[in-house]
């Protein structure tokens, strides 16, 4: 799979500006490198927190109708 990038224009304060060149200049990237690992970053953190709020709503609707281990599925299941 190909990918080519897309080129965006983006406005940083000044003191953000800087800590994003001093960060590629002492990792060795580009500043656009720089940037593409935050988003990622962000997006991974942002996922996480939506994984985990799915996990505590799923666990307490288990929890509600005594579904505590696979056998109580099962049951819960085939009533």
Known sequence: MVT???RKTISL????ARDVEE???AEGKTLSA????ALRQARS????????ALQDYWTRQAKERAIL???DLRRYLQS
Do not use: F, H, K, N
Request: charged share 35%; aromatic share 0%.
């Open 4 to 6: 080519t990038a897309v």
């Open 13 to 16: 304060p000044p003191d953000l």
């Open 23 to 25: 960060t590629a200049r």
């Open 34 to 37: 720089v940037v593409q690992e």
């Open 45 to 52: 953190a942002r996922l996480r927190e939506e994984l985990g």
């Open 69 to 71: 281990s696979e056998e």
